[in-house]
Nanobody, 118 residues
């Protein structure tokens, strides 16, 4: 199974970006998909997760009301719509998969850099 993230870039504060993560391979092991982020000099933090079967979502408090996670199961893709971006959202964003998130990550994708200018 592989996770391929894309969609990062440079955006001004208050702007929006949408990240995508394509899941390939044997997807039965990816019952929950999600996003984490790592800012320079900081630990990797949980952002959001979604269950593929029921679409149940979970968000970090810092992004609630601004970020939305969704899936397109037909395309085996998970998205992270990020609105009202803040300077502190600047980080490398990683998609992840596992039986449960954030505690049960079994697979990481490569990161995609999001830079928010103030």
């Amino acid at each position: 199974v592989q996770l391929q993230a894309s969609g990062g870039g440079l955006v001004r504060a208050g702007g929006s970006l949408r990240l995508s993560c394509a899941v390939s391979g044997h997807t039965f092991s990816t019952s929950t998909l999600g996003w984490f982020r790592q800012a320079p000099g900081k630990e990797r933090d949980f952002v959001a997760a979604i269950t593929r079967s029921r679409g149940m979502t979970n968000y970090a408090d810092s992004v609630k009301g601004r970020f939305t996670i969704s899936t397109d199961n037909a395309k085996n893709t998970v998205y992270l719509q990020m609105n009202s971006l803040k300077f502190e959202d600047t980080a490398v964003y990683y998609c992840a998969a596992g039986p449960t998130l954030p505690s049960g990550v079994s697979l990481w994708g490569q990161g995609t850099l999001v830079t928010v200018s103030s």
